[in-house]
């Protein structure tokens, strides 16, 4: 899947057949949010699982340099999260305004 080839003019106007692209664009940076965190931790999980060999040699640790560029290569979250709304994959809800008047 080529996550490059999200257009955002494209999810913008889907977006405003509905009538809700600022709500949209607040899910889509919720989301991107989420992901990005999502990725961290994968990519601290990984490099803390490397065993860093850097004090016994003043090399480069390749296991580490191989693990940064794989992340290296994945699609900005924004991206991501277009691409979740152009396929259906992210849903969101209003809270109802009549409820939160009548507290």
């Given amino acids: 899947m080529d996550y490059n080839k999200v257009n955002p003019v494209v999810v913008r106007m889907k977006e405003s057949e509905k009538g809700v692209i600022y709500q949209s664009i607040v ?27 850097s004090s016994d040699s003043e ?19 924004t991206f991501l999260a277009m691409k979740e709304v152009l396929d259906q994959k992210l849903q969101y809800y ?10």
């Fill in 94 to 103: 209003l809270p109802n305004e009549n409820a939160q008047s009548s507290e």
């Fill in 27 to 53: 899910a889509m940076g919720f989301r991107a949010r989420q992901i990005n965190d999502q990725i961290k931790q994968e990519l601290t999980e990984r490099l803390s699982s490397v065993i860093d060999d």
């Fill in 59 to 77: 090399g480069a640790n390749f296991d580490q340099i191989a693990i940064s560029r794989e992340f290296d290569n994945i699609p900005k979250p």
